[in-house]
C-alpha cells in the first residue's frame, strides 16, 4: 500500500498488451463520429438535404397512379394514346436529377458543417484541451487528420443517403425509362461527388473553427463565407438571364466563368462537368431557357483541392504542439 494520499494513477505499472500508436487519428475521429451521430438535427438535415429527391418521387408517383387510373388521353382518332408518365419521363435527363438534388442540397450541406465540425477545434481552444489532445505520443498531425476524418466521415454520410437512396429507387422502378442506360458510371460519379462535397465542407469548417476559441464565432464566419459568395453567385445568374437576351457571347463567357465562384458552386460546376451536363429546368418543366454551360472538370476539382488544402494550411498553422514535460 502506497503512504502517499493520492494513488499511482500513471501508466507506470500498466503491464497489459500495448497497440501501436500508428491510429491515433481514428480515435478521435471516432468520438467524433459517435457524438455527431446520434445529433437528431444531423438526421433533419440529411432529410432536408434530399427535399429534390423527395418531391421528384412523388410526382413520379402520382403521376403513375394518374396514368393507371385515368383512361387514355385521345387527340384523335387515329392517334395514339397520350400516357402522362411517359411524357414526363421524355423530358427527364436522369444524371441532371441530380445535379438538381445536389445544388439543392447545397445549403442544408452548410448546416451539417455548422453543427459537426465548426466546434471541433474553437471549443477545444476555448477549454484549453490542446494542452492534453497535443502531449506525447498524439502529435498535431495525429490530432488535425482525426479531427477532419471524424467531420469528413460524419458529413460523407449525411450527404450520401438521399442520393443513394433515390439511386436505388430508380434502378429498382425505372429502368425501363433509360434510368441506368444512360450512363453505366452514374453511380461512381455520384460517389465522388459526395466525397469532395464532403472534403471541402469538412476542410473549411477545420480551417475556420481553428481561427476561434467559441464554436458560434466559427460557425457564424463559415455562414458568411457561405452566403456572401452565394449572393455573388446569384448576382451572375441575374446577369447570364440579362446577357442571354442580347447575345453578348464575350459577356456570357465571362459570367459562365464567374458564375461557379462560390462554395455551393464550386460543388454545383463540378456535378456539372463529372456528369458531363449543363443541366437542364428542375423536375422535368418545359423550358427553353439556355442553361449555364459546365466549366472545365479540372479546373473545377483544382479549385476546390486548393481551397481544402488552403483551410486545412490555416489550421495546421493555428494548431500549435505543446510538449507535456513530466
Known sequence: MSSAPIADLSYRNYDGALESPNKLWWVIARQILRVSLKKRILWVMSFLAG????????????????????????????????????????????KDQFVHGISMGQMWFLIMSLV??????????????????????CDKKDYLLGKWMGVFLTLLIGMSIPSLFFYAYGILSYRD????????????KLLFLLVTNAAIYASLAIGISSLF????????????????SNFFTQAMSGAWMAFQDDGNA???????KLFYGSVDGL?????KSTLATS????????????????????????????VSMLSMLIAWKR??????VG
Open 177 to 188: 425509362y433509360g434510368f441506368f442506360t444512360g450512363d453505366k458510371l452514374l453511380l461512381f
Open 319 to 324: 494548431v500549435r504542439a505543446v510538449e507535456v
Open 279 to 306: 443541366g437542364s429546368p428542375p423536375f422535368g418543366i418545359p423550358d427553353r431557357m439556355e442553361q449555364v454551360p459546365a466549366p472545365p472538370f479540372l479546373a473545377a476539382f483544382a479549385i476546390i483541392i486548393i
Open 213 to 228: 476559441n467559441q464554436g458560434r464565432l466559427a460557425g457564424a464566419t463559415m455562414a458568411a463565407v457561405y452566403f456572401l
Open 51 to 94: 427535399s429534390y429527391f423527395a418531391i421528384m418521387m412523388a410526382i413520379f408517383f402520382f403521376t403513375e397512379r394518374m396514368s393507371q387510373s385515368t383512361a387514355p388521353m385521345m387527340t384523335g382518332s387515329n392517334m395514339p394514346a397520350m400516357n402522362p408518365l411517359q411524357q414526363l419521363m421524355d423530358r427527364i435527363i436522369w
Open 116 to 137: 459537426v465540425g465548426v466546434g471541433t477545434i474553437a471549443n477545444d481552444n476555448r477549454a484549453n484541451a490542446l494542452l492534453v489532445y497535443l502531449s506525447k505520443p
Open 250 to 256: 464575350t459577356a456570357k463567357g465571362i459570367v459562365s
Open 267 to 271: 460543388n454545383i460546376g463540378l456535378a
